[in-house]
């Protein structure tokens, strides 16, 4: 699945009757980010830098339409930017950022991108420390529940914000609410994965999901053994895993 794929699908569920009237696909606006980052590429000694900053300005009636799902569209044209970015080895000046507002003087249906460097890249310029992959910061030894052998942290779709901790030795992954991890994405399954504790670790098994269950991007085909920091994609949502020390 290419990363315009992955993003279209996240898209689809985020925006699915929540941007009525917007003309303008956040899709779009990811295009043209990606264009715009393409253009603006700058060559130093050691790196090829592009911008960290990216604003798309459309018309307040379009601004507004996205507004039930304007911050987690945002968050997910920054993931796709910065897999842009790993993907293609570029470096940048400052933290990468995303926003979309407004501008009066476009019309509906109209859009401008706007791409900036934190700090113009001079030829000598170093970058900041790459994100070649999304590490999950383990949490603090005291807020550990005992027992807990690791736990899912949701880092987009409807997983975003979602912590679960694991103890149990099989720990369901799907809509039904029995499920122990419960994810109400209208692409998963009602038990789309299973989580299986081996003794040494959690195993993760598709659940014969209509959709399928991706770890690191790669389609899970029978089971896979899970390591810390891995990611496990249902549907549009992205889990983190990460183990207890």
């Keep these: 699945m ?21 003309r303008i696909h956040p899709l779009e606006i990811a295009r043209r980010m990606a264009a ?15 911008p960290n900053t990216y604003r798309a300005l459309l018309a307040p009636a379009d601004r507004g339409a996205l507004g039930p799902v304007a911050e987690a569209v945002q968050e997910e044209l920054r993931e796709f930017l910065q897999e842009q970015v790993d993907a293609r080895d570029y470096a940048l000046t400052g933290p990468l950022a995303v926003d979309i507002g407004e501008d009066a003087a476009l019309s509906a249906g ?18 900041v420390p790459a994100r070649k992959t999304r590490p999950v910061t383990p949490p603090a030894v005291d807020a550990i529940p005992q027992g807990a052998r690791a736990v899912l942290r949701g880092v987009s779709g409807f997983a975003k914000g979602v912590t679960v901790w694991l103890q149990v030795d099989t720990a369901r992954l799907g809509r039904s609410p029995e499920c122990e991890v419960h994810l109400p994405d209208p692409q998963v399954s009602k038990v ?19 959709n399928g269950v991706r770890l690191n991007g790669a389609p899970v085909v029978g089971s896979a053994a899970l390591r810390s920091g891995d990611r496990i994609e249902a549907g549009a949502s992205i889990f983190a895993y990460h183990v207890c020390a």
């Design 2 to 22: 290419g990363l315009l794929d992955r993003l279209e699908r996240a898209l689809e569920t985020l925006i699915e009757g929540r941007a009525a009237g917007a």
């Design 192 to 210: 789309h994965a299973v989580l299986v504790w081996t003794g040494d670790g959690y195993r993760l098994d598709d659940a014969d999901s209509r």
């Design 110 to 127: 109209e859009m401008r991108i706007e791409a900036t460097f934190a700090v113009e890249p001079t030829p000598e310029a170093r970058p």
């Design 36 to 50: 715009e980052m393409q253009a603006q590429k700058r060559l130093s000694v050691r790196s090829t830098f592009v």
